[in-house]
């Protein structure tokens, strides 16, 4: 599977904008803008808010368990701590575009 880069998705927002030729300024701004978003959604679920962009799907935070493992190689008991996990839920009109 190939990777889409923010540079890509930059370049594919710039396309979408008639621009065909990009210059190099506007390709930093394009991700400068995604950077801002990236980072307005990370910021949001960090403040234990769901994030959700519709017809594309909610971005949100779900606390793990405490559990208790077990080290194979010493033998021991060992706590994994409850932790905070990023989750994303995609909206219905973007799971029938997959299909």
């Not at 990009?22 to 803008?33: D, G, H, Q, S, T």
């Not at 033998?75 to 009109?93: D, E, L, T, V, W």
Request: no cysteine; hydrophobic share 40%.
């Amino acid at each position: 599977m190939e990777s889409l880069t923010k540079r890509d998705l930059a370049m594919t927002v710039l396309k979408k904008q008639k621009i065909e030729k990009p210059k190099e300024v506007e390709i930093r701004k394009a991700i400068e803008f995604i950077n801002f978003i990236e980072s307005a959604i990370i910021e949001g679920v960090k403040n234990g808010k769901r994030v959700e962009l519709r017809g594309f799907g909610s971005f949100y935070q779900k606390e793990s368990n405490r559990v208790v493992a077990r080290n194979i190689s010493k033998g021991k008991q060992m706590i994994i701590p409850i932790q905070n996990n990023a989750k994303f839920k995609a909206s219905p009109f973007f799971t029938k575009q997959l299909n």
